[in-house]
């Protein structure tokens, strides 16, 4: 399990609202990214997994509102809620240029 998945995995109410959405994807096309937000609860954990969402091609942004996301090209109604949280891609991830920049003492 990785970092990621567990800190969803490991809290229901978390995990509810991430099956929830990827439910809303399925049934729908569309998602409440705000009602995941607002259940995860912190920022930075929210911001990877949209990421993670957004890399794999299960989601991408509402072109009309931040609040929600569009089922993404590679989104299959059949994708289960573990993998949906990066339990089997093993996903970190990536670190913003200005971080990686901070870290590296160039920037």
């Known amino acids: 399990m990785t970092e990621l998945s567990s800190r969803l995995l490991d809290f229901p109410v978390r995990t ?3 099956e929830d959405f990827r439910r809303q994807l399925a049934s729908k096309g569309l998602g409440d990214l705000s009602a995941v937000g607002a259940a995860v609860g912190d920022a930075a954990l929210f911001s990877e ?3 993670l969402w957004i890399a ?3 989601a991408t942004r ?3 509102s931040p609040m929600y996301a569009l089922a993404g090209p590679a ?3 059949d994708l289960s809620l573990r993998d949906f949280c990066g339990e089997s891609f093993g996903y970190d991830a990536p ?3 200005d971080e990686a920049s901070d870290r590296s003492g160039n920037g």
């Open 75 to 77: 989104f299959s109604p």
């Open 95 to 97: 670190v913003p240029e």
């Open 49 to 51: 997994l949209v990421g």
């Open 16 to 18: 509810a609202a991430v």
């Open 62 to 64: 509402s072109p009309s």
């Open 56 to 58: 794999r091609g299960w």
